[in-house]
């Protein structure tokens, strides 16, 4: 399977036009912006993406809830999901794996290599 579609939940606008352009410049994806955990939920069949790049802290709902919500609904629980946080701590990675996370990419990242490393993460785990 090949990732193309990635739906992108993010709070912060900077960080959102700086990872969209990162993302369809240098990955070649086609990328949707969601502002909130709600707005993913609300969108994710719709786009129906091939993997999720998921904010941790986000107001109202976070991103561990949005996991949550989404492994909880039949249509989008299969779908991959990779967090972005500056929460990398051992303890904190391990406890996003535990939830079904793919991995955790720390922020800031490099926009350079933001889709080399997202596209390094599907590859293993299609392993």
Excluded at 73 to 93: C, N, R, S, Y
Excluded at 102 to 110: A, H, N, R
Excluded at 117 to 126: A, K, P, T, Y
Aim: aromatic content about 6%; charged content about 20%; hydrophobic content about 50%.
């Amino acid at each position: 399977m090949k990732l193309e579609r990635i739906l992108y939940v993010e709070d912060e606008p900077d960080i959102q036009a700086v990872a969209k352009l990162a993302l369809e410049m240098v990955g070649g994806f086609q990328v949707m912006i969601c502002g909130s955990g709600q707005d993913a939920l609300d969108k994710v069949e719709d786009f129906a993406p091939d993997l999720i790049l998921l904010d941790v802290m986000m107001p109202g709902m976070d991103g561990p809830t949005t996991l949550q919500h989404l492994r909880a609904d039949t249509a989008t629980a299969a779908i991959p999901v990779i967090f972005l946080t500056a929460k990398v701590q051992p303890t904190e990675v391990a406890q996003f794996q535990a939830m079904g996370a793919l991995d955790v990419i720390p922020k800031p990242f490099d926009p350079m290599n933001l889709a080399t490393r997202v596209r390094q993460i599907w590859e293993q785990s299609l392993g």
